[in-house]
């Protein structure tokens, strides 16, 4: 079991503790990983949540055009071997 004493910190309006290198690994943390924080008889509890792949209906209902440049692959010419 890795263990480490570490200073909570002022980040914004929130409070920040930074995970160390061995924390992260042994509990196999990733940057950019979503995690669920929760609470239990005044204990934090810190768990990561699985990735869970998009459906392809799931990924259109998020695209956004306007945040992705307002284009909508419009060509007038065939790009490679399709044929319409």
Do not use: Y
């Not at 669920?36 to 869970?52: D, K, M, Q």
């Amino acid at each position: 079991m890795t263990e480490v004493e570490l200073d909570i910190k002022q980040w914004g309006n929130n409070l920040g503790v930074r995970l160390p290198a061995a924390i992260a690994r042994e509990s196999h943390l990733k940057a950019h990983q979503r995690v669920r924080i929760s609470v239990l008889n005044g204990e934090i509890i810190i768990r990561p949540i699985a990735a869970t792949a998009l459906t392809l209906e799931q990924r259109l209902a998020l695209f956004n055009p306007a945040e992705h440049g307002c284009e909508v692959m419009v060509a007038s010419q065939t790009l490679g071997a399709e044929n319409w």
